[in-house]
T-cell receptor, first 114, second 110 residues
Framework: DAGVIQSPRHEVTEMGQEVTLRCKPI?????LFWYRQTMMRGLELLIY????????DSGMPEDRFSAKMPNASFSTLKIQPSEPRDSAVYFC????????????FGEGSRLTVL | KQEVTQIPAALSVPEGENLVLNCSFT??????LQWFRQDPGKGLTSLLL?????REQTSGRLNASLDKSSGRSTLYIAASQPGDSATYLC?????????FGPGTSLSVIP
């Protein structure tokens, strides 16, 4: 398996623009996580899906952020409108067994909002 | 509140030393404890996974232990090398939470 695949790897955009980050989990994994990592706050859980259903979105910063998982092999994290404080590395991770299995991370999407 | 802490926050050792990284958690309800490595500007690489029914796991020069009763896990690195320099994070998974520790930044000096 190719592992968790994220795109784009790098994105630079201007404030106010819409940003869409994509994630393909490992085949067979039924749990998917979106994390944000910054120097100031470390790794923060944004949202967690189990069997394509959002289980915990309490980490989503505000209404500008939304995430979807239309099927077991694809998820998106959208920021609209983007702000400079959204600049961070966004990681997607997946695991099996409802979260009890080994967690695998993608390489991350580095977002810079000017 | 569920918390995962890691001590020390940073560690610098000469090449060849054996070292121990510590991870503590406050809630003994646990599915597994996983150790990751993160290199600067990179993603997180899984090193070892210890299921709640296990006490330790080994991979090469790495050994991780888990003591649920005391809420602790340790990562032992034998004969450290400069290539081991990275940030090491422990992650506790329970029924409804995946909680990361803040990480230990390791620097192995040649």
């Amino acid at each position: 398996d190719a592992g968790v695949i994220q795109s784009p790897r790098h994105e630079v955009t201007e404030m106010g623009q819409e940003v869409t980050l994509r994630c393909k989990p490992i085949s067979g994994h039924n749990s998917l996580f979106w994390y944000r990592q910054t120097m100031m706050r470390g790794l923060e859980l944004l949202i967690y899906f189990n069997n394509n259903v959002p289980i915990d979105d309490s980490g989503m910063p505000e209404d500008r952020f939304s995430a979807k998982m239309p099927n077991a092999s694809f998820s998106t994290l959208k920021i609209q409108p983007s702000e400079p404080r959204d600049s961070a590395v966004y990681f997607c991770a997946s695991t099996s067994s409802g979260g009890a299995g080994e967690l695998f991370f993608g390489e991350g999407s580095r977002l810079t909002v000017l | 509140k569920q918390e995962v802490t890691q001590i020390p926050a940073a560690l610098s050792v000469p090449e060849g030393e054996n070292l121990v990284l510590n991870c503590s958690f406050t809630d003994s309800a646990i599915y597994n404890l996983q150790w990751f490595r993160q290199d600067p500007g990179k993603g997180l690489t899984s090193l070892l996974l210890i299921q709640s029914s296990q006490r330790e796991q080994t991979s090469g020069r790495l050994n991780a232990s888990l003591d649920k009763s005391s809420g602790r896990s340790t990562l032992y690195i034998a004969a450290s090398q400069p290539g081991d320099s990275a940030t090491y994070l422990c992650v506790k998974t329970s029924y409804d939470k995946v909680i990361f520790g803040p990480g230990t930044s390791l620097s192995v000096i040649p």
